[in-house]
């Protein structure tokens, strides 16, 4: 339920007069009122909803009047927060994505070095003198794409961090 703006002018509407105002709007439900939940223990910031422009909208819906609100949108519209909202949600679904290559490299990581630990001197040849033994192409080739895994598992994790 709407409450109107007849006690006061939403333009010259003091401080104290606009915090009645927005509480009243939230009469029903006072724990989604963004106002005390600073000051209340029982109300945690991570209990509201978040990172969705209607739920900018909703709240500026129910605190003005319908021709200040469509203004007031309008104006996010034109200064790009609409904008500000798509990138974000855009990069929280690339961090999703990071996230999941960043794990599915760890794995890989992990069964590539137990492939080259079970492969490790298996079929080792020694040189051509016999001092010493030469790992074989099996075992190298496991090592080279280890190095290649530990590197984009780095670069993945980096980015989801910068981000």
């Given at each position: 339920?709407?409450?109107r703006?007849?006690?006061?002018?939403?333009?010259?509407?003091?401080?104290?007069?606009?915090?009645?105002?927005?509480?009243?709007?939230?009469?029903?439900?006072?724990?989604?009122?963004v106002?005390?939940?600073?000051?209340?223990?029982?109300v945690?910031?991570?209990?509201?909803?978040?990172?969705s422009?209607?739920?900018?909208?909703?709240?500026?819906?129910?605190?003005?009047?319908?021709?200040?609100?469509?203004?007031?949108?309008?104006?996010?519209?034109?200064?790009g927060?609409?904008?500000?909202?798509?990138?974000?949600?855009?990069?929280?679904?690339?961090?999703?994505?990071?996230?999941?290559?960043?794990?599915?490299?760890?794995?890989?990581?992990?069964?590539?070095?137990?492939?080259?630990?079970?492969?490790?001197?298996?079929?080792?040849?020694?040189?051509?003198s016999?001092?010493?033994?030469?790992?074989s192409?099996?075992?190298?080739?496991?090592?080279?794409?280890?190095?290649?895994?530990?590197?984009?598992?780095?670069v993945?994790?980096?980015?989801?961090?910068?981000i």
């Amino acid at each position: 339920r709407r409450v109107r703006w007849a006690a006061v002018d939403l333009g010259r509407a003091t401080e104290e007069e606009w915090d009645a105002h927005v509480r009243s709007c939230f009469k029903l439900n006072p724990l989604q009122c963004v106002l005390p939940v600073s000051r209340e223990p029982g109300v945690s910031l991570l209990n509201f909803a978040q990172g969705s422009l209607e739920v900018v909208h909703d709240d500026l819906r129910r605190i003005l009047p319908t021709d200040v609100f469509s203004r007031a949108a309008d104006i996010l519209r034109e200064r790009g927060v609409d904008d500000a909202f798509t990138v974000r949600r855009e990069l929280v679904n690339y961090k999703k994505v990071c996230l999941n290559l960043a794990r599915a490299a760890s794995q890989l990581d992990r069964d590539l070095r137990q492939l080259a630990t079970f492969f490790r001197g298996s079929d080792d040849q020694p040189s051509a003198s016999g001092d010493f033994f030469v790992h074989s192409e099996r075992h190298t080739e496991l090592n080279d794409h280890l190095g290649r895994c530990k590197g984009a598992l780095g670069v993945v994790t980096d980015l989801r961090q910068f981000i």
